[in-house]
Nanobody
């Protein structure tokens, strides 16, 4: 499984970005799909996850601002980020767990929130 994350960039505070994670195979085979982030000098942290059943979970710091979704036909899942804050600045990684319990990471995409 290969994951390709994209959509990062520089945005002003209050702005929006949408991250995409394209999978090399069918996302139907994944039990869990998620986004993590790692800010400079900090540990990687969970941002949002979505299960094969459609359940979602978010870090408290992004609830109400970020939305995770998926497009099965495109084998892609997304992270819509609104009302971005400087503290959202980080490298964002997509991650999946297969039906067999194997997990895979995409290369990160940098999000910088700054005026």
């Amino acid at each position: 499984v290969q994951l390709q994350a994209s959509g990062g960039g520089l945005v002003q505070p209050g702005g929006s970005l949408r991250l995409s994670c394209a999978a090399s195979g069918s996302i139907f085979s994944f039990n869990v799909m998620g986004w993590y982030r790692q800010a400079p000098g900090k540990q990687r942290e969970l941002v949002a996850v979505i299960t094969s059943g459609g359940s979602t979970n978010y870090a408290d710091s992004v609830k109400g601002r970020f939305t995770i979704s998926r497009d099965n036909a495109k084998n892609t899942f997304y992270l819509q980020m609104n009302s971005l804050k400087p503290e959202d600045t980080a490298v964002y990684y997509c991650h999946v767990v297969s039906a067999y319990g194997a997990d895979y990471w995409g290369k990160g995409t940098l999000v910088t929130v700054s005026s």
